[in-house]
């Protein structure tokens, strides 16, 4: 009485049924978007993370997001960083959004830059937009720059020039 009405309902065995359905992109999670799964570039949805237990020496370069909870010895190039409490950088920054909350002891260069109440660095800021809240630690000299960024990739012309024209025995040598 009670089995023939709920293979009724559910239209034949369970088990067969689960195998005949077409696959899709689910999870046991849940679904996933198509453009998570194809993704042929990095993903702006998950961010690189350096967890506390890794520390890195050399220089650390990415198109997308990094999360640093770890150490860096090395100049970090990125699209966006996020440093965490713990986490300390020695070495420049680059990026076009830059959140500190740990320690940073070198210059940072980006379009946004905020500076939490726990954050700590020693270095120069070169920015567009500067943020510092009540209780961060900063020692160095903040230069406001409509493009940050590009002085980062000319100083070789510059030295040149200021080599030449700052050195005052240069024109009188040619007297």
């Not at 709920?6 to 198509?34: A, I, N, Q, Y």
């Not at 860096?72 to 300390?88: E, P």
């Not at 160095?140 to 100083?155: N, T």
């Amino acid at each position: 009485m009670f089995t023939k009405k709920p293979e009724r309902e559910m239209g034949g065995d369970p088990l067969t049924k689960m195998s005949d359905r077409p696959v899709s992109e689910t999870t046991p999670f849940g679904e996933r978007s198509p453009g998570y799964v194809k993704s042929p570039g990095p993903s702006k949805l998950v961010p690189s993370i350096i967890g506390e237990d890794l520390m890195i020496t050399g220089n650390v370069t990415s198109k997308g997001e990094i999360q640093v909870d770890g150490e860096i010895q090395g100049d970090v190039q990125c699209g966006s960083l996020l440093l965490g409490d713990k986490s300390q950088i020695t070495g420049c920054v680059l990026a076009e959004d830059v959140v500190v909350r740990g320690r940073v002891l070198g210059t940072i260069r980006g379009l946004r830059v905020t500076l939490q109440a726990q954050s700590h660095v020693e270095g120069d800021i070169y920015h567009q937009s500067l943020a510092i809240e009540q209780g961060a630690y900063f020692e160095g000299k903040s230069r406001r720059s409509d493009d940050p960024m590009a002085e980062v990739q000319s100083p070789a012309p510059r030295s040149e020039k200021s080599s030449d024209s700052g050195n005052p025995f240069s024109s009188r040598a040619a007297e």
